[in-house]
């Protein structure tokens, strides 16, 4: 059974969907069950360029994505970073020749990072 705020994705089309609501049925797209995207925060060789960075000053997160920054091209980019927190989820989506970075305005203290990566998958820190 899904759970809210997973990230499901369709391994034959590609498309990524985000659960904002519980339901007891099954996520299918393409004629087949949706996969369940595992949020990775280490995998050997990529950490570096897709384990998000945080930086809070007051309200204002600026996230960064890699410690060597993830490339931007059209073939390898990051296409969206996420916030979210107990009572908000705040998403931000990059193209080819962005930063491979963003703002955020939060009104919450703790809060999680997520990033997708068209080709390495879901991460967070
Ligand atoms: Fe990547």
């Not at 996230?63 to 390898?76: F, L, N, S």
């Not at 979210?84 to 705040?90: D, V």
């Amino acid at each position: 059974m899904t759970q809210k705020r997973e990230i499901y994705k369709c391994n034959s089309c590609g498309n990524v969907v985000e659960v904002v609501h519980l339901g007891v049925g099954e996520l299918v797209c393409c004629g087949q069950p949706m996969v369940k995207m595992d949020e990775k925060s280490q995998e050997e060789g990529l950490t570096e360029k897709h384990l998000p960075l945080a930086e809070a000053d007051g309200q204002k997160i600026k996230v960064k994505i890699g410690a060597v920054p993830h490339p931007m091209v059209a073939e390898h980019f990051i296409e969206w970073i996420e916030i979210k927190t107990a009572n908000e989820c705040l998403l931000k989506f990059l193209k080819p020749g962005d930063k491979p970075e963003t703002e955020f305005e939060l009104s919450e203290a703790n809060f999680q990072v997520r990033a997708y990566c068209n080709i390495h998958g879901l991460w967070k820190k």
